[in-house]
């Protein structure tokens, strides 16, 4: 027998304190996934942000917003290969007031071409760009609101007061993992034109596709430099650092969530290590034995590692596949449709799940290396002569 | 009735597993606790600003202030309801203000984030007693002078006594005091004088809210009916207690339904790993019990005993939890509120009901985890067991 098949063999022998302690490590396991998989779901957007779009807003504030004829200005600019502009409208659904979506107004014919991973049928598409009324909404929106294609919705202003009715002429869904599928777009000409004077022709934010990524610092530092010398100054950033600069504000929630998922690793150490080691406590006697005939103190160290690695990965195998149901059901589901904005794309990640098995095994051999250096330095007789 | 000595004796015993487990729930505890706390920081530090007394105006529709306009001229004719106080020389207590944020590079990360500036009339001061310069000097009105609060001071960049950040091209502001405000959220805040703020924001002739000092809680509806009846403003009135409370939910049920989820967690695991420890005590204590039965002791005593350990285990390790947890009383934490899209910096606050909170629900870790081997122990036949 090998001394790893002695080490698994050992943890059969207190079987109920074995399963214990791998529904311990599987607990940790799943805690430490799911809040991993919180830190990368947030970071999904600028993983998968488009390297070839940038996006323009005004340099003090996104509150203040930029004059239309800027998009003449962006588009005239070589390398700019599309540019669209969008509004926000942050309305509310009156029938359901605490459901935050976002909802903006853009103009579908370049919001499509320079967001061409939303996917929209091409006669939802016709239907949108003939309908001045007309809205599309995500499917994760769709199926929260309850809508369907030809239905009406009416949404209640804040910044734009009012009521707004609206015809869904299409449901789209998406290509990209970054691409938020709970928003509610309609035609800015719409909303401009019911707005007064004083408050038309001002557009929130512009963005631009690009025809090479690697000149998008250029690009942007181009765009900017055009409007310096103009009232309204303008920021462009690719939307990848468009996103990163978005997690910034939230910097403190992520290391947050860092350290606590690090505390829930050690919790796990501690319960595995507890295990391990009230195992060699009573086995001290054997480990006499074992020398006696002639193991030296490294294989006995081993299979006390040994032990420890295999519950360590029975634990995290239980935890992973646990972990997989709950988000994909559950808390992904959820997030997905009311986080939509924050978390367009919640589920397990195969490289979460991957340093989560890598680390049940890595603790695992750590936890018990207190407990078998100690078994491994006992002499002989010492060993022999402790009775527990 | 087995004395509690015993039990205490046991512990000391086996010190290592002890400690293990006593540290892990030590963890659990001060993760909980520190959530708790936050939530509750969160909460208190937005409701603070708010008080009693005070009414807010805002455009009919708008969630926040950030979002609402109301015309200078309506600013007279809502301050001059019969039920807004006077001051001393016959002047309506009230403040018309405009709310806008900036965006400026935050420091420790490499993006940009929101603050919140509001453009304040010059008798700011009197109109929140609380609020009061700590550092520096009041802003001079009319000029390009801002005073901060002292939440934000030195996170951003220009935002420290003495430096400057811009509001638009070309017109740095000067930060020229620091205030505080009774740990509300007005400390997240800068100040500048209105008629500076709205100019750079092109929001001339505009106010964002208007609040008003009521001349006793109770005349709030009155207030409320004569200026929603007048339709032609197109204004809504809320207790500014009641709309801060509004603004702190979604991030406070954010935070608050994450560190639930957390903590549940974390307890499964800590309970776990109290209960492998004290079925291995049980289990090496067998011929102990079968002693304490022949002695006398009762079944109920042994069961009993055998909890009352489990449960001052767990408490021990309460205690360190929740003394560390108290430690974070010292740091802040600074995070976008999802409703302001600004960043508001909280404090930990602890309260004896989350302290006394996290320290029973150790206890019941303990109480739960020691429940199973307690049964165990106490079914033990003595005879057998003596002989084991």
């Known amino acids: 027998m090998t001394l790893f098949g002695l080490a698994l063999r050992n943890l059969r022998r207190n079987r109920f304190r074995a399963i214990l302690t791998a529904l311990g490590v599987a607990v940790a396991i799943l805690t430490f996934v799911l809040l991993r998989t919180v830190i990368w779901a947030w970071n999904v957007a600028a993983e998968y942000a488009a390297k070839d779009r940038i996006a323009t ?30 509004n926000w ?16 107004a853009v103009d579908p014919a370049s919001f499509l071409e320079v967001y061409d991973e939303i996917v929209l049928p091409p006669q939802q598409k016709r239907a949108w760009l003939e309908n001045r009324r007309g809205a599309i909404v995500g499917d994760v929106l769709a199926r929260k609101m309850g809508v369907k294609i030809g239905d009406r919705v009416t949404l209640l202003g804040t910044i734009y007061a009012g009521d707004w009715p609206f015809e869904i002429v299409g449901i789209y869904s998406a290509a990209r993992k970054s691409i938020d599928r709970s928003q509610f777009l309609f035609h800015w000409e719409y909303m401009n034109e019911s707005m007064p004077e004083r408050r038309r022709d001002l ?3 512009i963005v631009a596709r690009i025809d090479d990524p690697g000149r998008g610092a250029d690009i942007s530092a181009k765009i900017d430099s055009v409007f310096d010398v103009r009232d309204a100054q303008t920021i462009t950033m690719s939307e ?5 600069s978005f997690m910034a504000m939230f910097s403190a929630m992520l290391r947050a969530l860092d350290i ?3 505390i829930i690793l050690v919790i796990m150490m501690m319960i595995l290590g507890n295990t391990i080691a009230m195992g060699v406590r009573e086995r001290t006697g054997e480990y006499g034995v074992l020398r006696a005939v002639g193991f030296l103190p490294r294989h006995i160290a081993t299979f006390i590692v040994g032990e420890s690695i295999a519950l360590g990965l029975v634990g995290g195998v239980l935890g992973i596949a646990i972990s997989y149901p709950i988000v994909e059901l559950g808390i992904g589901r959820f997030l997905e449709e009311n986080m939509g904005s924050f978390f367009p794309y919640f589920r397990v990640d195969p490289k979460v799940a991957g340093a989560a098995l890598l680390l049940s095994g890595l603790l695992g051999a750590a936890a018990a290396i207190l407990p078998a250096r100690g078994a491994a330095r006992l002499s002989v007789i010492d060993s022999l002569r402790r009775v527990e | 009735m087995v004395p509690l000595s015993y039990n205490l004796r046991s512990l000391a015993v086996r010190k290592t597993t002890t400690l293990a487990t006593a540290l892990g729930i030590a963890l659990v505890v001060f993760v909980l606790a520190s959530v708790l706390m936050l939530s509750n920081g969160i909460r208190g530090t937005l409701e603070r600003a708010g008080s009693e007394d005070v009414a807010i ?21 809502v301050a001059s309801a019969k039920e807004v106080k006077r001051r001393g020389d016959g002047q309506p207590d009230a403040v018309g203000e405009v709310v806008v944020v900036v965006a400026l590079d935050k420091k420790g990360t490499e993006g940009v984030s929101n603050v919140t500036v509001r453009g304040v009339p010059d008798d700011v001061f009197a109109f929140r007693p609380e609020a009061r310069i700590v550092a520096g000097r009041a802003a001079r009105p009319g000029g390009a002078e801002v005073v901060i609060g002292k939440g934000v001071r030195g996170n951003f960049k220009g935002v420290e006594l003495g430096q400057s950040f811009e509001l638009r091209k070309n017109r740095p502001v000067q930060v020229v005091g620091v205030f505080e405000a009774n740990g509300s959220s007005y400390e997240s805040e800068a100040w500048g004088d209105l008629n500076a703020v709205r100019t750079a924001f092109g929001r001339e002739e505009m106010v964002s809210s208007i609040r008003v000092r009521l001349e006793s809680p109770a005349k709030l509806d009155a207030f409320a009916v004569g200026v929603e009846q007048n339709k032609q403003l197109g204004l809504e009135v809320m207790r500014e207690a009641e709309y801060l409370e509004k603004q702190s939910e979604g991030t406070a049920i954010f935070i608050q339904a994450m560190g639930t989820v957390i903590a549940v967690l974390f ?18 204590r067998r011929r102990e019990i079968g002693t304490l039965r022949a002695l006398g002791f009762s079944r109920a005593s042994i069961l009993f005993s055998f909890i009352v350990e489990s449960v001052l285990l767990a408490l021990g390790g309460g205690l360190v939890g929740a003394g560390a947890s108290l430690l974070m009383t010292f740091a802040r934490f600074s995070t976008m509120n999802f409703t302001s899209w600004s960043e508001i910096s909280f404090s930990f606050d602890a309260t004896p009901g989350i302290i006394g909170g996290s320290l029973a629900f150790a206890a019941a870790m303990g109480l739960l985890g020691g429940l199973l081997p307690a049964v165990r122990a106490a079914r033990m036949p003595p005879v057998q067991a003596m002989r084991a």
């Open chain 1, 260 to 262: 606590v998922s690090i």
């Open chain 1, 203 to 205: 557009i929130g934010w």
């Open chain 2, 267 to 284: 307890s499964i695991g800590a309970m776990i790993g109290a209960m492998i420890t004290m079925y291995a005590a049980v289990a090496h």
């Open chain 1, 240 to 244: 990848r650092s468009l996103q990163l």
């Open chain 1, 89 to 104: 409208f942050g309305a509310k659904d009156p029938k359901d007031p605490n459901n935050f979506f976002a909802n903006m």
């Open chain 1, 57 to 86: 807003r005004h340099k003090v504030s996104f509150v203040i917003q930029l004059p239309k004829r800027y998009i003449d200005d962006v588009r005239a600019i070589k390398g700019v290969k599309a540019a669209t502009w969008a």
């Open chain 2, 57 to 77: 105006v805002l455009r009919k529709g708008s969630d926040t202030e950030m979002s609402s306009g109301i015309e200078d001229a309506n600013v007279g004719v």
